[in-house]
């Protein structure tokens, strides 16, 4: 079996990080744990989703540091922090100190766009009438302005500190991770800005329907405009898999039905933005990797994110994991790492 024109060479796992709300450290122990368990598997990287006000991993940047201690390898990535929130300079200082401890493994996706939840949370977060606070792309700008390790104030510009006048920035200066920043592109504008200013491009399985109801080919239009942006940045595309093969009965039925559940939503565009969702992948290997070679973005891609779905136990993750980089992985052209030794 093979599919043609398809190449992929690096390979990641999104993971929910998902916890019980009455016992968040087990969730959290867990999901480095699956960290870990990815990078002995081979996986290129691990990616982490930031969520407020649900039982989550909500601080990307101090799960991750943890993650630093835990791994060696493996690249670690935020899929994706809603800027909206943040201040782009403490954001700045936090994402670059755990590119340091990861000595530059590091990803950063970010989104800009009023955040969710935010009647509830922008009291909390902002001072006075935050309704009119700026959620635009800028926010974005000034975040990534902060990591490139400019000095601040003209050139005699100095600050006292404990080890004699220095020179201010923005500290520890991570050099090389304002290359390694990602925008969470949902949209034709959001996809051209992205290119224009030079951030890589995260795609998955939502996207703005505009001008087609179908899916593949919104998301190709996507992936043309950014590139028509910007020709040599890279593009991860990522999808719900979630192979059969060696989960038992019970469990299989489990993936069946809640996929079941999600199913509805890929028929139409949903809501006044027309939200466009891909179909979940499941099945066998074999079921799988025909659905994967029928996909049509995939050939025009290198980078592959398989993305877990919300509320499975550990161990299910763990299978889903195991059997996605021994038996479908590969027959997508990618090839793990020659000094990585597999699981057992």
Do not use: C
Request: avoid cysteine; charged fraction near 25%; glycine fraction near 10%.
């Amino acid at each position: 079996m093979s599919g043609r024109n398809i190449s992929i060479s690096h390979i990641g796992f999104l993971t929910p990080g998902n916890y019980p709300d009455d016992d968040p450290l087990s969730g959290l122990e867990q999901t480095l744990q699956q960290l870990h368990y990815g990078e002995e598997l081979g996986f290129d990287s691990a990616w982490v989703r930031q969520r407020h006000l649900e039982p989550g991993i909500s601080s990307a940047s101090a799960f991750l540091a943890a993650a630093t201690q835990r791994t060696s390898r493996i690249e670690l990535g935020t899929a994706v922090i809603p800027i909206g929130y943040e201040s782009p300079y403490r954001l700045a200082e936090d994402l670059a100190t755990v590119d340091i401890l990861s000595r530059g493994r590091l990803n950063v996706g970010v989104s800009a766009g009023k955040p969710l939840h935010a009647e509830l949370i922008g009291p909390l977060v902002f001072d006075g009438d935050w309704t009119g606070y700026d959620f635009s792309h800028d926010r974005v700008l000034r975040f990534a302005d902060n990591l490139r390790g400019t000095y601040l104030g003209d050139e005699p510009t100095s600050i006292k500190t404990p080890f004699g006048p220095q020179r201010p920035r923005l500290q520890p200066y991570a050099k090389g991770l304002i290359d390694r920043i990602w925008y969470g592109g949902g949209s034709q504008h959001s996809a051209d800005w992205a290119g224009r200013n030079g951030f890589n491009l995260l795609t998955g399985n939502l996207i703005t329907g505009e001008g087609t109801d179908d899916f593949f080919i919104a998301q190709s239009r996507l992936i043309e405009t950014y590139r028509t942006a910007d020709t040599h940045r890279r593009v991860a595309l990522g999808r719900v898999i979630v192979p059969f093969d060696s989960a038992d009965a019970a469990t299989r039925r489990r993936y069946r039905d809640y996929a079941d559940g999600r199913h509805e939503r890929t028929l139409s565009p949903q809501g006044e933005r027309r939200t466009l969702f891909a179909r979940d992948v499941l099945g066998t290997s074999d079921e799988i990797l025909e659905q994967l070679f029928a996909d049509p973005i995939l050939p025009e891609v290198s980078e592959l994110r398989l993305e877990l779905p919300y509320e499975f136990e550990h161990e299910e993750y763990r299978q889903i994991l195991h059997d996605f980089v021994t038996l479908i992985a590969p027959e997508l052209g990618w090839k793990a790492q020659p000094e990585i030794r597999a699981a057992s």
